[in-house]
């Protein structure tokens, strides 16, 4: 029960923070907010158990992605423009997609169900083997080094793609190309 | 019990700041909240942590001690340089 | 003994939590950003040190104790220095005090 | 609601019952926060802005995801340091968190991907604004129609 | 930022504590919440906030550009030579029971620790090259736009 009243609390907080950065047309006060945004969702992943996703977003919300906001808007601008479109049609659009949303989620099983079948299953058999397999206490850590090996591979890759394309992009390869082009 | 009226005495204390972060006229008092808001989640996080009988995740609390000033200090040279890196050099030190 | 713990961080809790709530009272109600910036920053220190003296009661000899201890010094170090970096800024940027004179004719 | 199964078969007047409503309310609140990022992405013209919206729409698939697994007095699924594995304690799905804890870093990374694209497009064409973008790339366009068939015009 | 004295002084003894911390994240992550993906971002948050306080030629002194460059393939590298590894010894792609047959457990736990700290140096090169490449560009902000 305490756990469902902080939750909604929060999640209060949360929507209202997810509103205010609509409204605001100060880009940098976004960022701002999204920084207390990140802060506010990993309380909430806390609360629902997830700790090491807690973990991920609170190193990754409140230092990085900060600074890399901050560094585009220091390269393009300060302020967004006036909208001059009506917001009707869009909001038209986004209210639709979320009533669809909702009449999916009355099939789906209750919050916190032990018999949904997401957890009914998987969930057991990996506790139960991961104790004599691995014999570590993270479980999270043992499926993800281990159980999922070749999706964290995957992942890795994808950083390390995202990474070079970032480089390409913002050109700290291109430069030091050039700067060799030069001695030679 | 008593983590109970701490979480509660901090959520409202959030809530207040919350307002302070939307409404505040200047920057520096957004920057002021924002920090003020992340030493409150840390604390929050640690009264989390005993009022579900599991304090070892206190690990989650320290990450946001130290993490949380790197925001703050990011912010503050963004306004007064203009750039995250290196300032131009006809404005450093102004 | 256990008694005596008990009722230390339940003095210590409700101290800070008080110092909290009044702190964010003083940061959404004064006037002008330096009175706010005292009321964040001073508060906010007391608060959190009473609150983590509370939990630390309440841990025991253990090595939450430590994280705890931990996670004090830290706060303790850098929220100071995060406020002391925002007055600069400000000061620099010319926000400057209301001083009481010029509050006075504001009033009038 | 003891088994998945009934749920299945719940007609439609269950709607209104208690335990439905407060066991579905996370996931409608979860649709709330889903849509205004969507809003954000849609009708906010601001490259920068749109980005923040996507941040916060992938956010609320998280919080979907983690959702899920969560159990009813369960805890986190990290066992004791001794490996003394209590079977009366309930430990949530770790399956979810490890899905989720990979998406946050590689969402990082190909957020870092968006927002160079965005410093590429102010140095390419000076604003950040979808609107101005449009009507730029409009102008670049016409302008290559006219010479096209400039051109055609000129070899036939 | 050269006349702020009180902050340098500060940032000197965190960056120390933040090192320190990921690296306990990294090899603790078995025992407790953390592993590869935190320690990375944490690391290189670490770096980034000395990068902020004492410029961009200070930092690049620490941690030069060629050796995040090298970093970010390395990690993906060690990842996947294990994987190569266990092959090498008769077992599966990523299957670790190949490091001790006798006492598979153990291996389970030489696997993770190396596979973990592969995802820890790609994560740590990827985001301080990113870092890197944001903030070495020329700032182009004009005053109308400011």
Redesign the interface.
Known sequence: M?E?I??????A??????????QMRQ??????????????????????????????????G????????????????????E???S?IL??F???V??AA??YG????????????????Y??QD??DRS????????????????Y??????G??????T??????L?????AY?RAEDDEES | MMFLVAAIGLLVAMALILVRLFAGPTVYDRIMAGNVFGTKTVLLIGVLGFLSGRPDFLDIAILYALINFIGTIAVLKFFRYRTIGDALPSEQDT | MSAVIDILSWVCIIGGVFFSVVGAIGMLRFPEFWTRLHAASVAESGGMILLVLGMCLQAGWSLILVKLILIGFFLFVTGPTSSHAVANAALVSGQNPVVAKKAKKKRT | MATPSDDHGAPPEAIFDWAFLTGHAEYWMFITLMMAGLFMVVARGNLVKKVVGLNIFQVSVFMLYISIGKITDGTAPIFPLNMDVDPDVIYSNPLPHVLMLTAIVVGIATTSLALALIVRIREAFGTIEEDELLILERAIDTEENRRYSAQSAGDA | MQHHLILRVVVKILVAAIILFALYVQFHGDFSPGGGFQAGVIMAAAFILYGIVFGMAKVKQVVPEWVVHRMMGLGVLIYAGCGVASMFLGYEFLNYNAFTPHHPSHGQHYGLLIVEFGVGVTVTGVMISIFYAFASRPPTLKDSDW
């Open positions: 305490t469902t902080l939750t909604l609390i929060l999640f907080m949360l929507v209202a923070v997810a509103f205010a950065i609509i880009l940098f006060a976004v960022v701002l907010l999204s920084s207390v945004f990140s802060l506010l969702t990993a309380l909430l992943f806390v609360i629902m158990d997830a700790v090491d996703v807690a973990f991920t977003e609170a190193a990754v409140a230092g990085i992605s900060t600074v890399l906001m901050l560094g585009t808007i220091a390269l393009t601008r300060k302020r967004s423009a909208r001059t479109r917001d869009p909001f659009v986004v209210a997609t979320g949303l909702v989620t009355l099939d789906m099983p209750n919050f916190g169900d032990a018999n949904a079948p997401a957890n009914a998987l969930r990996y506790l104790v004599t397999e691995i014999d570590v206490p993270n479980v999270v850590t043992a499926i993800l080094a281990s999922r090996g070749f999706d964290t591979l992942e890795t890759a994808v950083v390390f995202a990474g070079i394309g970032v480089l992009l913002l050109g700290g390869l030091r």
